[in-house]
C-alpha cells in the first residue's frame, strides 16, 4: 500500500494520495487546487490516477477534482448526499473502491460519518481488502487531532448547530471509535483552521492517542458532547458562505501558471478607483514605508489565502501587487480559495519615484507609543483583530475584539472620524486590518508594531507608576 499525506501549512489543509503497489491503480482525496505535487508524484511512482474523492462540501478551500479530471481523466466522487450541482459518482455508506485484487490488494471502504456537514465521509484505508480492520482512517473534517469538525458551518444550512454535533456524536461513537486503538487518524486540517477551534500541530495519530487526547472523545453522553463542542466557536470567517456557494456549483480548471497581465502603477490606481482590490503581497515593513494609493496589504509570510479571501469582496476583479515571483505565487494561493478574478500585477514600484501622487504611506507605532498615546487620548478606538480566544488571553485597553475574517462586515460600530489604534499578536494582521480601515473611509489608523507580544514586553518594562 502507498498512503502519502501533502501537508500545506498555510492552509492548515491535507490531502491524500492512497495506490496499490502492484496495480499502480492510485485515488487522491481532497486536493488542493494546485495539482502538480500529485501529477508529480504519481509519474515518479509509476501512478495512474483514477479516482478522486472529496469528502465533504469544503467551506475553506476549493479542491482541486476539476484540475485533476482534466489532467488525468479521473473519476470525481462524493457522498450520494452531497448537495453538489456538477458531476460526481455517487457513493455510497458502505461501498468499497477497490485499487488492486478484490481480496488481497488495497481497498477503501466508505463510512458516512456526518457531523461536519451533513454528506461528511470518512475513508478506511485497508492494505488488504480482507483484513478484520482498517490501517488508516482519512477522516476528512469528522475527526480532527485533538479535536473535532465544527458543526455549525454552512455546509450544514438549514440544521442547527446542535442537530448537526448530535450527529456528528454518533458517527464517531457508532463508526469511528470501535476501530482499533492501532488505526493511523489522517485528519483533513491542522492547527490553525477555522473548521475547528482546538486542533493539534501533528498531522498523524492513532485512534487509541486520540481517545486518551483528544477533549472530544472523552467518555461523555450526547448532551455533555453537544455543549463542549459547540462552546467558545464564535462566527466562521464571511467568506466560507462564497466558498462553500462555489463549491457546490462546480468551478472549471484553472491554469495557475499563467502570470497575470502587468499595470504600471496608475493604471493600477485608476482600476483601484472603480472598484478593483489592490493586493500588496510585501511585509508590513514594506508597504507602511509606501504603497500604492488605495491599496490593502495580505503579505504572502503568513496566512495570505485566506485573509485574502476575508478582505475581497465576491467577484471583486484585483490586482496583486509584488515581484513578479511574488505574484505569480499569490495568483496560485488566491486560486486556492477561489479567488480567480486576479486582473493585472504591478511588478515594478519605481515610477512612484516620479508620481508621488500615486504614494501613500501608513502609520504604524511602537508599544511605548501606543501606551502614551492610550494614557493622554480616551479618544482613541482600540481594535484588535485576532481571534476571540486570543483576545480573552489579553488584549490593549478598551479594545474592542473584531476579529480579521469577519471585519469587512463589522465596521459598522466605529466611528470613521476618530483616532483607530489596531493591534493583532505581531504586526501582520494588523497591518491588513489598518489598510482595510483606510480604504473604507476612516481617516486616522495606526497599528501597533510587534502586536501584543510587543505590548506585553513593554508592560513588563515599564517602571511601575509613582503614587
Known amino acids: 500500500m502507498i498512503l502519502e499525506q501533502f501537508y500545506l501549512a498555510c492552509l492548515s489543509q491535507a490531502s491524500y494520495l492512497v495506490a496499490d503497489e502492484t496495480s499502480r491503480r492510485a485515488v487522491v482525496v481532497d ?22 474523492v472529496l469528502t465533504h462540501v469544503h467551506a475553506d478551500f476549493i479542491p482541486g477534482y476539476s484540475e485533476l479530471a482534466a489532467r488525468t481523466g479521473a473519476e470525481v466522487a462524493m457522498a450520494a448526499n452531497a448537495p453538489v450541482d456538477f458531476p460526481v459518482r455517487r457513493l455510497a455508506d458502505g461501498e468499497w473502491l477497490h485499487l488492486g485484487d478484490p481480496s488481497s490488494g488495497v481497498a477503501l471502504q466508505v463510512v458516512a460519518t456526518p ?24 477522516t476528512g473534517d469528522t475527526l480532527f487531532l485533538g479535536d473535532v ?72 453522553d450526547v448532551d455533555a458532547f453537544v455543549a463542549v463542542v459547540t462552546d467558545g466557536l464564535g462566527e466562521p470567517p464571511s467568506y466560507f458562505a462564497a ?76 490586482v496583486l501587487i ?35 501622487e500615486l504614494l501613500q504611506t501608513a502609520s504604524r507605532v511602537t508599544a511605548a507609543l501606543a501606551a502614551d498615546l492610550l494614557d493622554a487620548a480616551a479618544d482613541v478606538q482600540v481594535v484588535d483583530v485576532r481571534g476571540p480566544g486570543e483576545h480573552a488571553d489579553g488584549a490593549l485597553p478598551g479594545a474592542v475584539n473584531l476579529p480579521l475574517p469577519r471585519l469587512r462586515t463589522s465596521l459598522g460600530g466605529l466611528d470613521r472620524h476618530r483616532p483607530v489604534l489596531v493591534h493583532c499578536a505581531g504586526g501582520y494582521r494588523s497591518s491588513t486590518a489598518a489598510s482595510v480601515m483606510r480604504t473604507r473611509g476612516f481617516t486616522d489608523v495606526s497599528d501597533l508594531i510587534g502586536g501584543y507580544a510587543a505590548w506585553s514586553e513593554h508592560l513588563a518594562e515599564r517602571p511601575p507608576a509613582r503614587a
Not at 486536493?31 to 478522486?52: F, N, Q
Not at 442547527?160 to 482499533?180: C, F, I, K, V, W
Not at 472549471?252 to 497581465?261: Q, V
Not at 488566491?334 to 515594478?348: F, I, K, P, T, Y
Request: proline share 7%.
Open 149 to 220: 469538525g465544527r458543526p455549525d458551518l454552512l455546509g450544514s444550512a438549514g440544521r442547527t448547530s446542535e442537530q448537526m454535533a448530535r450527529e456528528l456524536y454518533r458517527s464517531l461513537h457508532t463508526r469511528l471509535l470501535p476501530l482499533p486503538d492501532e488505526v493511523l487518524v489522517y485528519p483533513g486540517h491542522g492547527a490553525g483552521s477555522a473548521c475547528g477551534k482546538a486542533l493539534s500541530t501533528e498531522t498523524v495519530s492513532t485512534l487509541g492517542e486520540q481517545r486518551r487526547s483528544n477533549y472530544a472523545l472523552a467518555p461523555m
Open 31 to 52: 486536493p488542493r487546487r494546485d495539482v502538480d505535487d500529485y501529477l508529480g508524484y504519481a509519474a515518479r511512482h509509476d501512478l495512474s490516477i483514477e479516482l478522486v
Open 243 to 318: 466558498e462553500v456557494a462555489l463549491n457546490r456549483a462546480g468551478h472549471e480548471p484553472l491554469d495557475t501558471s499563467l502570470a497575470p497581465p502587468a499595470l504600471s502603477p496608475a493604471e493600477a490606481v485608476a482600476r483601484g478607483a472603480n472598484g478593483w482590490l489592490l493586493l500588496d503581497l510585501r511585509d508590513e515593513r514594506e508597504f507602511a514605508a509606501g504603497h500604492l494609493r488605495g491599496s490593502v496589504n495580505v503579505g504572502l509570510s503568513g496566512r495570505f489565502a485566506e485573509f485574502a479571501a476575508a478582505v475581497a469582496e465576491p467577484g471583486q476583479a484585483i
Open 322 to 356: 509584488g515581484s513578479a515571483e511574488e505574484t505569480r505565487e499569490g495568483r496560485m494561493r488566491l486560486a486556492r480559495v477561489g479567488l480567480d478574478a486576479v486582473s493585472g500585477a504591478v511588478n515594478d514600484l519605481t515610477p512612484l519615484v516620479a508620481r508621488p
Open 115 to 138: 457531523g461536519h456537514t451533513p454528506e461528511s465521509i470518512t475513508l478506511a484505508v485497508f492494505e488488504r481488502a480482507d483484513s478484520p480492520a482498517p490501517t488508516a482512517i482519512l
